[in-house]
């Protein structure tokens, strides 16, 4: 596994490897809390506050993060969402790649992207219920802020 953490990378979403993007698939169960990576894409496209990652090992993709700049203005940032940091929007890795350590790889990548940007806080949020990816994030690092936004948990992690 840490051979394969050497080699990860973040790379542009591109006409290259979108196609290979759209093919990469969640867990079963694991649709509820995460949109599949076509809407995401298309979302993304039309959202300027975003930042689309492809997640690699080597040459081949693994997932796929979208990653808002939450101090610019942007259509699909809500009432009550954190204006003072980066928020991690989507976040999915491959189902055949899970659990090989490339989800925590793309929030250290996300923690790089925001402090680029003078941004000391990176936020997600988790839809509630059994399966939820929430543990996940608090194993990383990330705290609830205690704020529900679009009926999410808010989650919080300073990286100042």
């Given amino acids: 596994m840490v051979a394969a953490l050497s080699r990860f990378s ?7 490897n979108v196609n290979a993007l759209m093919k990469l698939r969640l867990a079963p169960g ?24 492809a997640l690699y090992a080597g040459d081949a993709p693994v997932g796929l993060m979208s990653i808002l700049d939450m101090t610019r203005e942007g259509p699909s940032i809500s009432d009550g969402e954190p204006r003072d940091g980066a928020f991690i929007w989507r ?14 790889a793309a929030l250290g990548a ?10 000391k806080k990176l936020y997600v949020s988790t839809v509630p219920g059994d399966g ?5 994030y608090e194993a990383q690092g990330f705290a609830a802020t205690g704020d ?8 919080l992690l300073r990286i100042d």
């Avoid at 973040?10 to 290259?16: E, G, H, I, Q, S």
């Avoid at 976040?91 to 350590?101: E, S």
């Avoid at 996300?110 to 402090?115: M, N, R």
């Avoid at 529900?148 to 989650?155: A, I, K, M, P, S």
């Fill in 10 to 16: 973040t790379r542009a979403v591109t006409w290259d």
């Fill in 30 to 53: 694991q649709e509820r809390f995460v949109a599949p990576n076509p809407v995401t894409i298309a979302q993304a496209a039309y959202e300027p506050a975003a930042d689309l990652l």
């Fill in 91 to 104: 976040l999915m890795v491959d189902v055949r790649q899970q659990g090989r350590g490339y989800g925590k």
């Fill in 148 to 155: 529900v936004v679009d009926g999410e948990d808010l989650l």
């Fill in 132 to 136: 939820s990816p929430r543990p996940f």
């Fill in 110 to 119: 996300a923690a790089v992207w925001a402090k680029a940007r003078g941004l």
